[in-house]
């Protein structure tokens, strides 16, 4: 992939989108901890977009995600109505671009600038944790109260595991996961088993983002939103789904450039003030604490197994892997501790 031009698939999407409207200038702004690629478009006159650039997954589900979050950013409540970063349309519809060639299948969507104000530090204070468990409840009843005026969504967590299973039943497959397939089998039953000793409603399903890290999102001087970029894993789900990285954001240990995925996050103190907070506006359930070690388990299953080698550059992925199988998924089993959280929710 090193020697595909994506600079030149990026300016050959914008001359498809706008052709009167020449390029100065394209630079890469891409994280440096993942594949992603993400660039800047300076065009005339002192302008510019943000251009995405994807070449993993399916683009039918690249097209799908991407119109569903067009719409929830212009059907969003206040005070949410400019939080999440527009695509541009061309005609009526959204624009998306696609190269294909022998190399890659790569799609490019454009998107409008979004305001940053204040960026969250490291290590969050009581008072941030408080006010964004309120802001989280506020926004995800907002989407909650938007979601029959968004467009369908195919992707489900079963199409996503049952995906894993295709995968590891291929030569490529069975060789990245290679002693640890029965693993990867027995943890997606005990999934699906778990999901249905405490099943959560799916008219309950809204758009969740899933990658809160703190460098996705920024808030104001009263920390409150103010605005969302990145939408790498958004899915239509259900909001616990968000639970597993709010409490990252929460913990003690803070944003770290060297990081683990470890299930503990859930058990601290500060992410029971965030839930205290956020119950006291958007109640939560039984169900909804009780299903957060399978948000975790599926979170490990999918985004750190199935398609870690996507998203985390091959350093990272490999040390990932390597940890999910000995110390994310055993741990599980005893590593979350609900009662006490539904103790104290008094639930």
């Known amino acids: ?154 992707k489900t967590l079963k199409t996503d595991l049952d995906h894993l299973l295709e995968i590891i039943k291929t030569d490529v497959g069975k060789y990245e996961h290679r002693g640890n397939i029965d693993t990867i089998k027995s943890h997606i039953e005990t999934f699906h088993e778990e999901m249905a000793k405490w099943p959560l409603n799916d008219a309950e399903k809204i758009p969740v983002f899933v990658d809160w890290n703190i460098g996705n999102f920024s808030i104001d001087k009263k920390n409150r939103l103010f605005s969302r970029w990145d939408y790498d894993w958004f899915r239509m789900s259900y909001r616990i789904m968000d639970f597993y990285f709010l409490s990252r954001i929460c913990s003690d240990v803070g944003d770290r450039t060297v990081f683990s995925y470890n299930i503990g996050t859930f058990n601290e103190d500060r992410f029971l003030l965030f839930l205290k907070s956020y119950h006291e506006v958007y109640p939560l359930t039984e169900a909804d604490i009780r299903q957060l070690k399978e948000v975790y388990r599926f979170f490990i299953l999918n985004y750190v197994i199935k398609d870690g080698r996507y998203f985390f550059h091959e350093v990272y992925a490999t040390k990932l892997q390597q940890e999910a199988y000995m110390q994310y998924l055993p741990s599980i089993q005893n590593g979350f501790k609900p009662e006490r959280i539904l103790r104290e929710l008094g639930i």
């Open 1 to 154: 992939m090193q020697q595909i031009d994506f600079l030149s698939i990026v300016t050959d999407a914008w001359k498809a989108y706008d052709s009167s409207r020449p390029i100065k200038a394209v630079s890469d702004i891409s994280a440096m901890v993942s594949t992603n690629h993400v660039y800047k478009v300076d065009l005339e006159f002192k302008s510019f977009v943000i251009a995405k650039l994807s070449y993993f997954g399916r683009y039918e589900h690249f097209v799908e995600d991407h119109s569903i979050i067009n719409v929830l950013a212009n059907n969003l409540p206040a005070p949410f109505e400019n939080f999440l970063a527009r695509s541009l349309i061309k005609a009526n519809e959204l624009f998306v671009y696609r190269h294909q060639d022998r190399e890659v299948d790569a799609w490019v969507v454009f998107y409008r600038p979004i305001k940053i104000e204040e960026m969250l530090p490291r290590r969050l204070e009581k008072s941030h944790i408080q006010s964004l468990g309120r802001q989280f409840a506020l926004f995800h009843h907002g989407c909650r109260q938007v979601k029959n005026t968004l467009p369908p969504s195919s």
